[in-house]
């Protein structure tokens, strides 16, 4: 399995019906200077006219878990629950 996909799996746990509003996923761990087996990436996501921005960190193999987003509207990282995205 890979970065990507172990990060959609994390994802998914973390807040299930999420994932629907994904439009890609970016992996940053190439942009790292040191990475010392450490993966970066960040899932876009899109919700009506706003965007939000998971972050998602791995080392090891070992996805660390899901826990805020950031509202690009409000330009500020906030706790990733249902009420922040305003899911239905």
Do not use: H
């Amino acid at each position: 399995m890979n970065f990507s996909q172990m990060a959609l799996e994390k994802l998914n746990a973390a807040s299930p019906g999420l994932s629907k509003y994904v439009i890609a996923f970016k992996d940053m761990s190439s942009e790292l200077q040191d990475s010392d087996g450490v993966e970066v990436g960040v899932f876009i996501m899109r919700n009506g006219g706003s965007m939000f921005y998971v972050p998602v960190i791995s080392r090891g193999g070992v996805t660390f878990p899901i826990d805020s987003i950031y509202l690009a509207d409000r330009k500020a990282f906030f706790p990733l629950t249902k009420k922040t995205v305003e899911l239905p």
